[in-house]
């Protein structure tokens, strides 16, 4: 079963504003990963955070993680219409690499 | 192109038959991970290999499934007797072999049994 657990379920903004997207998961991990899926085709990593780190930045995405809460969220600031996608969380908490991914996010940005 | 590669892209088949897909890793990549997808849902774990070992098969991976990486390079999945249960994005990905890496993906196999 998945371990991930996100929401919303599906989101729809206007451009140039900003989208939040939460994750929990269940167990420790050795990290946290972000990935974006547009429809139909594979899953492109966007940012990686470890459990030792609370906060990462890559352009526009922002990422937190609370392992206290065992949550994560993911900001995406000025979206624009190509950020429309499914955003995945995936938890990685063992050394053999394998991802426990959440149900995702449905992004919809409106010009 | 140096990303992982899947193929075939697209296949349909009859429910019984068998079907096979194929991965590409990226070149230096050790490990190498299958993941299905079904509609609406996020990825699921299948098995993953370090080098040619495979290391780690989820419960999801019944009898009917199987899994090679012969040479430590590409790798093979197989269905056999395949149900219409199976109709699934099957993804695979790579990465190097420290677990603190982000994984690549390749574009998947979108297999249609009917």
């Known amino acids: 079963s998945q371990q991930g657990e996100e929401d919303p379920q599906a989101l729809s903004i206007q451009e140039g504003e900003n989208a939040t997207m939460n994750c929990s998961y269940k167990?420790?991990?050795?990290?946290l990963q972000w990935y974006r899926q547009n429809s139909g085709r594979g899953l492109v990593h966007l940012i990686l955070i470890r459990s030792n780190e609370r906060e990462k930045h890559s352009g526009r995405l922002r990422v937190t993680l609370d392992t206290s809460k065992k949550s994560s969220s993911l900001l995406i600031t000025a979206s624009r219409a190509a950020d429309t996608a499914s955003y995945f969380c995936?938890?990685?908490?063992?050394?053999?690499?394998?991802?426990?991914f959440g149900q995702g996010t449905e992004l919809s940005v409106k010009p | 192109d140096t990303g992982v590669s899947q193929n075939p892209r697209h296949k349909i088949t009859k429910r019984g038959q068998n079907v096979t897909f194929r991965c590409d890793p990226i070149?230096?990549?050790?490990?190498l991970y299958w993941y299905r997808q079904t509609l609406g849902q996020g990825p699921e774990f299948l098995t993953y290999?370090?080098?040619?070992?495979?290391?780690?098969k989820s419960r999801l991976l019944s009898d009917r499934f199987s899994a090679e990486r012969p040479k430590g390079s590409f790798s093979t999945l197989e269905i056999q007797r395949t149900e219409q249960g199976d109709s699934a994005m099957y993804l695979c990905?790579?990465?190097?072999?420290?677990?603190?890496?982000?994984?690549?993906f390749g574009q998947g196999t979108r297999l249609t049994v009917v």
């Open positions: 995936a938890s990685s908490y063992n050394q053999g690499g394998k991802l426990i």
């Open positions: 290999f370090q080098n040619e070992a495979q290391l780690e």
């Open positions: 990905a790579s990465s190097l072999r420290s677990g603190d890496t982000e994984a690549f």
């Open positions: 167990t420790s991990i050795n990290n």
């Open positions: 070149s230096e990549h050790n490990r």
